[in-house]
């Protein structure tokens, strides 16, 4: 274990400020560990890349990501960020988006901007909207999700990987957890102002009913043996005509 690693590690031992503003309270939080955060995290955030590759924005695409930090995800695309059209990268930590800005210095078509992911707006609307472990860190989850799909282009793709647990009685086809797991994950993470619920699927998949989903298991650091569930969201945002029609059906 490096100075690093035990750098990061004492700030999740010591857990995020309970006073002040989101915005305070994760500057206290995450700006001494930033110049070690993505190391740390690569072996816990899992699911980062797949997400990316299902999202597959296009060249020329407008591509928005609400908590961004620092800017790793976008790496996930390579080389095809250069071709993308304009890309958004939104955060409230002034400490990762420090980060971000070294990181994307040399790319034109990005821009890194302190806001809100529930009050964010911007002067356009885009092809992918994405949340990489962002939404269990945002407190009106539910207002970042309706700020997103404000943004997002009718049949564009909104994209969300995070840790979760599942309902009690989840809806058919989808994983039921124990009620350990159920238990001890919420409390875990909470310690560090993360929030795994079971309500986020449900919502995801009633706001964006044409969506792909994949429910996992991954290892964490230093807890041999324990295994946290997360998942993979991909939802398509329906076209006016489309809206039309479900409009039509309900009042048949």
């Excluded at 695309?77 to 993308?84: I, K, M, P």
Aim: include cysteine; proline fraction near 7%.
């Amino acid at each position: 274990m490096n100075v690093g690693e035990l750098r990061v590690l004492w700030r999740l031992l010591r857990g995020q400020p309970q006073n002040g503003s989101l915005a305070e309270r994760l500057t206290a939080f995450y700006a001494p560990q930033a110049a070690h955060y993505d190391n740390f995290r690569e072996r816990l955030l899992h699911g980062r890349a797949e997400l990316m590759e299902r999202l597959a924005p296009p060249s020329g695409a407008t591509v928005l990501e609400l908590g961004a930090g620092t800017g790793r995800n976008l790496g996930f695309l390579g080389e095809r960020v250069a071709h993308l059209g304009a890309v958004e990268l939104v955060d409230l930590c002034p400490a990762l988006l420090a980060l971000a800005r070294q990181r994307t210095a040399e790319l034109p078509n990005v821009r890194v901007i302190e806001a809100d992911a529930v009050t964010y707006q911007s002067t356009q609307l885009f092809d992918v909207i994405y949340f990489s472990y962002a939404l269990t860190m945002i407190p009106n989850w539910e207002g970042a999700l309706h700020n997103a799909l404000t943004l997002l282009k009718s049949g564009g793709k909104l994209g969300v990987v995070d840790f979760y647990v599942s309902e009690a009685q989840p809806a058919a086809g989808l994983v039921r957890h124990t009620a350990l797991t159920r238990w001890f994950w919420p409390r875990w993470f909470g310690h560090d102002g993360v929030h795994p619920q079971p309500a986020h699927l449900p919502t995801l998949r009633r706001l964006l009913p044409n969506h792909e989903l994949s429910e996992h298991r991954a290892s964490v650091p230093y807890l041999p043996g324990m295994r946290v569930p997360y998942y993979i969201f991909v939802g398509n945002k329906p076209n006016r005509f489309e809206k039309v029609l479900v409009s039509a059906k309900e009042y048949t």
